[in-house]
């Protein structure tokens, strides 16, 4: 099995997500299944929301985050984990709660492992 990372993006705010509490409310169920649903095949390895505020570190020095772009779309929280095929979790993230944010997205990067020698 091949282990994938699933980067969850929305739109943002200035300083705070564009959820409301009550979107939250509602949310936590629904992203508690569907996440459940993929743990309950063995085939979760990891998963967090992140935090809105960070720093970015590049050779500029140390900037106060997050890293919106352009198009004011924020990463919001990841999962990691293993299937058989790209397919498959296509089809997970047909059904993930992000999606029912009009600019809620899934963001699918199949991982490399490292050769440890």
Do not use: H
């Not at 739109?11 to 705070?16: A, L, W």
């Not at 949310?27 to 935090?51: C, F, H, N, V, Y």
């Not at 590049?58 to 919001?76: C, F, H, R, T």
Request: with cysteine; aromatic share 10%; net charge negative.
């Amino acid at each position: 099995m091949k282990e994938y990372l699933l980067l969850f993006r929305n739109i943002s705010g200035e300083g705070n997500y564009v959820s409301t509490p009550q979107d939250m409310a509602e949310d936590m169920p629904k992203w508690e299944r569907w996440i459940g649903g993929i743990a309950m095949q063995g085939k979760l390895i990891s998963t967090q929301p992140i935090e809105y505020f960070g720093s970015i570190v590049d050779n500029g020095g140390i900037a106060e985050g997050p890293e919106k772009g352009g198009n004011n779309m924020l990463v919001a929280g990841y999962l990691i984990c293993k299937a058989e095929t790209l397919e498959e979790v296509q089809e997970w993230c047909k059904t993930c709660p992000i999606l029912k944010y009009e600019r809620g997205s899934v963001e699918i990067r199949p991982l490399i492992p490292f050769s440890i020698n």
